[in-house]
């Protein structure tokens, strides 16, 4: 493959707080041959995550962080052009969280885990999916509500960044278990969409000028179960809303995306704990790897039944990658931030 190019892009520093453009540079190198066992995948759908803000660190936090001048990590979905494996031909189509921000990528398939190489089966939905609600985020939303959070009919359901990839599937997954789904998020239409997806009721926590009072003011009974997929005031005001029982999943901190590494600096909550006798679970889709079929198999399910709905967030071409990844971090994302590159 050595007469096409493989436009990548590189992690050239470690930000200090919130990431900037010029903390990747684009390289361009030949297409690398695929050894022994591996596959040559040419990609179609890129993914940007907020989990890609711990990997631009040297720190390691559950997993290794990319080392300087190297391919920046991430999903992505595409086409394999050419195969050494005996289980994969070419036009067969391949997911993985090892792809990369690049265009093509060498993949080895039979690792076990989220590193491992899927194949796609595009009958069942649009091969992107593979990369949000039929992927890492559905995962996610699945196990996070229902195994850690563990909602019961009547429950009041919290969930921040409710617009985006996994909140919008954690809400909708809480109608779908007889709870009442309450959403905050940081612009108006992003709660209309909610609320035209099922979340009850909604919170944009850019307008309230008291944040726990708004909360209390839609959760009258307390939140039984709260998705924290922000960290920070949000989590703050709702920590001071717990009821009896309470369940607080710890999925994610983007709202300290600026100050990664260095301590969080909101209040001390073990008070309310007490009073609410709550329980706080932090929580990673990697533990749940095991048991993804199952849930990719529900979600396809409930999907095909017309069950919820998922709103995608697309750019186009892999020049837009950092692009892409920064607005995630800004807010500026309605829906799961995809990239398509061919
Ligand atoms: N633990 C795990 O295994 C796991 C797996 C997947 C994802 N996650 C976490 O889940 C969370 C959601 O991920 P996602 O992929 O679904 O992303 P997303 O919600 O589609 O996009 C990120 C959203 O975060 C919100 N946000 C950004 N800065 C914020 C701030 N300062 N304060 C409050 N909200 C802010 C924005 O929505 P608004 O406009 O509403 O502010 C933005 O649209 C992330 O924290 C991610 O790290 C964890």
Redesign the pocket.
């Known amino acids: 493959m050595q007469n096409l190019v493989n436009r990548r892009w590189l992690l050239a520093r470690y930000p200090e707080g919130t990431p900037v453009p010029n903390d990747w540079v684009m390289d361009q190198q030949p297409v690398p041959d695929p050894g022994p066992s591996q596959i040559l995948v040419k990609a179609k759908w890129l993914s940007v995550?907020?989990?890609m803000r711990g990997r631009m660190s040297p720190a390691s936090n559950y997993t290794k962080g990319v080392g300087l001048g190297e391919v920046m990590h991430g999903g992505g979905v595409g086409e394999v052009v050419a195969s050494n494996h005996p289980a994969w031909k070419i036009g067969d189509i391949a997911e993985s969280m090892s792809v990369g921000w690049q265009e093509w990528s060498v993949l080895t398939p039979g690792i076990v885990g989220p590193a491992g190489v899927n194949k796609i089966d595009p009958k069942i939905a649009p091969i992107e999916s593979s990369l949000s609600w039929l992927g890492?985020?559905g995962i996610?939303a699945y196990f996070?509500l229902l195994e850690v959070g563990r909602p019961r009919p009547g429950d009041t359901v919290v969930v921040?960044?409710?617009?985006?990839?996994?909140?919008q599937l954690v809400g909708q997954i809480a109608k779908l278990a007889g709870c009442r789904a309450v959403a905050i998020?940081?612009?108006d239409s992003?709660l209309k969409w909610c609320r035209e997806i099922g979340f009850d009721v909604g919170i944009n926590?850019h307008k309230a000028a008291d944040l726990t009072a708004a909360v209390k003011e839609v959760c009258p009974t307390g939140v039984d179960v709260f998705f924290d997929?922000?960290a920070?005031p949000?989590h703050d005001a709702v920590m001071r809303n717990l009821s009896i029982g309470a369940r607080v999943v710890i999925?994610?901190?983007?709202?300290l995306?600026g100050q990664f590494g260095k301590p969080d600096i909101g209040e001390r909550f073990m008070g309310h704990l007490i009073v609410s006798r709550a329980s706080i679970h932090g929580?990673?889709?990697?533990d749940w790897w095991h048991r993804r079929d199952e849930a990719l198999r529900r979600l396809a399910n409930w999907r095909r039944e017309g069950k919820f709905q998922f709103k995608e967030d697309v750019l186009e071409g892999i020049e837009r990658m950092p692009e892409a990844f920064l607005r995630?971090?800004?807010?500026k994302?309605f829906?799961?931030?995809i990239v398509k590159i061919s």
């Not at 929580?283 to 990697?286: A, P, S, T």
């Not at 995630?328 to 807010?331: A, D, R, S, V």
């Open positions: 995550d907020p989990y890492m985020p996610t996070g921040s960044a409710a617009s985006g990839a996994v909140g998020a940081g612009d992003k926590y997929n922000t920070g949000i999925c994610g901190r983007i709202a995306a929580f990673l889709v990697f995630l971090l800004h807010g994302n829906g799961k931030q």
